[in-house]
């Protein structure tokens, strides 16, 4: 079975930062695009950033400047590096993996940005 599984959620302070795991397994990780993803109380699941089989990457206007996407092939590990939050950033956050046809889901770790 495919499993994703994120890592470093918790509490964080407005303007601290916070750095997310997703470790991949049973997958060819190389050939996936891999995202994050997050959903707020009361709002819709959304793209926070993208990153191709060949490292380029896309981000969420909101994100954009604060938020750095990138990927280990070698550990099957997809990261999120958030810094400069926002309580705004509050939410569940999603590792995706997708390929033409597959789409692999985490099950999310809380990100809670207060004071």
């Known amino acids: 079975q495919v499993q994703l599984v994120e890592f470093g959620g918790g509490l964080v302070q407005p303007g601290g930062s916070l750095r997310l795991s997703c470790v991949a397994s049973r997958i060819s990780f190389s050939i996936y695009a891999m995202g994050w993803y997050r959903q707020a109380p009361g709002k819709q699941r959304e793209l926070v950033a993208i990153?191709?089989?060949?490292?380029?990457?896309n981000y969420a206007d909101s994100v954009k400047g604060r938020f750095t996407i990138s990927r280990d092939n070698a550990e099957n590990t997809v990261y999120l590096q958030m810094n400069s939050l926002k309580p705004e950033d509050t939410a569940v956050y999603y590792c995706?993996?997708?390929?033409?046809?597959?789409?692999?889901w985490g099950k999310g770790t809380l990100v809670t940005v207060s004071s």
């Open positions: 995706k993996a997708q390929y033409t046809g597959m789409e692999y």
């Open positions: 990153i191709s089989r060949d490292r380029s990457t």
